[in-house]
């Protein structure tokens, strides 16, 4: 077999894959001169995941390419690929080279350290007979073919201000100090070629001009997470960074890739939250399980949230964990409440029954008729409801015990008119209903009475 080969890809891979699986691979490597070794391994489509690759289809779908991921994703290399393939015309990046390429980064020693020296930057991802040629004092790369990348500072968009390119890759532009400056420079400047492209690798955060791009119709969009490049990782890496922040709205952001919001006049805010979450719980002196049924069933019907909570004897408040249920039907939400309920022997198992009255409790008998239900009526809206348990958050009374970003969702995006999606906030109500019965029944909201 030689580098010329009319071989695809996918038949590369297939073929290798299956020496491995039969343990042929050492063997077939070892049968391969260093010329062919040398092309494998510095094939990028044979070992790029499908997200790292650029999207499928013509020059007239996409503009702007798009790279979520998390820290450890494989976005640098993705980014640097990118451009190797363009500034040498390979496909399936380019069918000609692009001679002019723009690299900007956050700071002038992010382009450096990162994009160009870094151990996935460009220098690192040529074989020798290819690779680029960095001038300092020039903030230039230049290829034996004549292509030509420059460097760029997010912190000075006026250095934008002037050149020109076919290509262009921005890196980590979600933390660039002048976002929408520095990327309005840019455009002006990818005037060269038939369709001048760019690609973008940042680890997301919710930024105006990032959700911008995200909705054009000219943007292609890949995502992947921390996990995705698990090979590449340290075990260690995995087993203690990622086993920590994973759920968390740090952790959503730099492991998962996801941007993670807030609304400026949520009763409860991200920071909040996160300053009160907690490994584990302590001794608890009373656990309740709150159930907010849905109004309807069916494959419409809103969710039925089913929160756990417990107090400590200092009146310390857990949230041990979310069942919701998503589309569930009556019998399988009480079910599952009531499941919950008996693992993690609570005390009561709070209902609110305004949707179904005494049809709710009558389903829970049917299910367990054991189990202890506390019924509770609300008489006031639920903005008015969850605000003394935010205010319980805002003394530092509320803890979560690990993860909950269903519910920590709802909860950063509940305002004075409800949630932005205008749906039921069924996780948010149960944690109100839960908080309350432990905290809060001195009150006159909600009325509690037993079956």
Not at 164 to 189: I, N, P, V, Y
Not at 215 to 236: I, V
Not at 290 to 297: C, E, G, K, Y
């Amino acid at each position: 077999m030689s580098v010329t080969s009319t071989i695809s890809d996918a038949s590369l891979r297939t073929a290798l894959i299956d020496c491995a699986a039969r343990g042929m691979l050492t063997p077939l490597l070892a049968s391969c001169d260093g010329r062919l070794l040398e092309w494998l391994k510095h094939h990028w489509p044979f070992f790029a995941r499908p997200d790292q690759l650029p999207p499928e289809g013509g020059c007239d779908d996409w503009t702007v390419w798009l790279v979520l991921g998390g820290r450890g994703a494989g976005k640098t290399r993705t980014g640097a690929e990118w451009v190797r393939g363009m500034a040498l015309g390979y496909p399936p990046f380019a069918t000609a080279p692009a001679g002019r390429i723009a690299l900007v980064g956050e700071t002038a020693a992010d382009v450096r350290d990162v994009m160009i020296e870094g151990v996935s930057g460009l220098l690192a991802i040529h074989p020798k007979q290819e690779r680029p040629t960095w001038i300092p004092t020039r903030r230039r790369l230049e290829w034996p073919n004549g292509a030509v990348a420059q460097a760029f500072s997010a912190e000075d968009p006026e250095q934008l201000r002037g050149p020109q390119f076919e290509a262009a890759w921005a890196d980590e532009l979600s933390k660039w100090r002048h976002a929408q400056e520095t990327w309005d420079m840019l455009q002006f400047g990818l005037r060269l070629g038939t369709r001048p492209r760019q690609v973008v690798t940042t680890t997301p955060r919710p930024i105006p001009l990032l959700k911008k791009l995200m909705g054009e119709p000219r943007t292609a969009l890949s995502r992947a997470a921390t996990r995705a490049n698990a090979f590449h990782l340290a075990p260690a890496f995995l087993d203690t960074i990622v086993g920590r922040y994973q759920g968390t709205r740090l952790g959503r952001q730099e492991l998962d890739g996801e941007i993670v919001e807030e609304r400026a006049d949520a009763l409860w805010n991200r920071e909040m939250i996160e300053a009160g979450r907690a490994d584990r719980a302590p001794a608890l002196t009373r656990i309740v399980v709150a159930v907010d049924p849905p109004a309807s069933s069916g494959r419409r019907a809103d969710a039925c949230g089913i929160v756990a909570a417990g107090i400590d004897a200092c009146g310390q408040i857990f949230v041990l964990e979310d069942a919701t249920r998503e589309r569930a039907r009556p019998a399988e939400w009480a079910a599952g409440a009531i499941a919950l309920y008996r693992r993690l022997e609570a005390d009561a198992l709070v209902v609110e029954v305004n949707q179904g009255g005494e049809m709710v409790g009558a389903i829970m008998r049917e299910v367990d008729p054991a189990v202890p239900v506390t019924p509770v009526r609300a008489t006031r809206g639920k903005y008015l409801r969850a605000e003394p348990v935010a205010a319980l958050y805002e003394q530092g009374r509320v803890r979560h015990v690990g993860a909950l970003p269903a519910l920590e969702d709802e909860m950063a995006d509940f305002g004075p008119g409800g949630l932005s999606s205008g749906r039921s906030p069924d996780r948010l109500d149960a944690l109100v209903w839960a908080v309350t019965a432990l905290a809060l029944t001195g009150q006159s909201e909600p009325r509690v009475r037993r079956l």
